[in-house]
C-alpha cells in the first residue's frame, strides 16, 4: 500500500471521527462538556484502533 494510500485513509478516519464525535456532542448537550469530550475522544481511539488493525492485517497477508 502506498503512502498516499495510507495518508488518504487516515484522513478519512480523522474526518469520520470527528463528525461522529461533533454528532454526539450535539445529541447529548445536556452533558457537561468533559464528558463530551471523553465521549468523543473514545470514538476517535476506536476508530484509529480499527484502522491501525486493519493495517497490521494487510501487512502481515501481503
Same mark, same amino acid.
Given at each position: 500500500?502506498?503512502? %498516499?494510500?495510507?495518508?488518504?485513509?487516515?484522513?478519512? /478516519?480523522?474526518?469520520?471521527?470527528?463528525? /461522529?464525535?461533533? %454528532? /454526539?456532542?450535539?445529541? @447529548?448537550? !445536556? =452533558?457537561?462538556?468533559?464528558?463530551?469530550?471523553? @465521549?468523543?475522544? %473514545? =470514538? =476517535?481511539? !476506536? *476508530?484509529?484502533?480499527?484502522? *491501525?488493525?486493519?493495517?497490521?492485517?494487510?501487512?502481515?497477508? !501481503?
Amino acid at each position: 500500500m502506498s503512502n %498516499l494510500k495510507i495518508a488518504g485513509l487516515c484522513t478519512a /478516519v480523522f474526518g469520520a471521527a470527528f463528525l /461522529v464525535g461533533s %454528532l /454526539v456532542s450535539y445529541l @447529548i448537550e !445536556g =452533558i457537561p462538556h468533559y464528558r463530551e469530550s471523553a @465521549i468523543s475522544g %473514545l =470514538i =476517535i481511539a !476506536g *476508530l484509529m484502533a480499527l484502522q *491501525l488493525r486493519r493495517s497490521a492485517r494487510d501487512r502481515s497477508s !501481503g
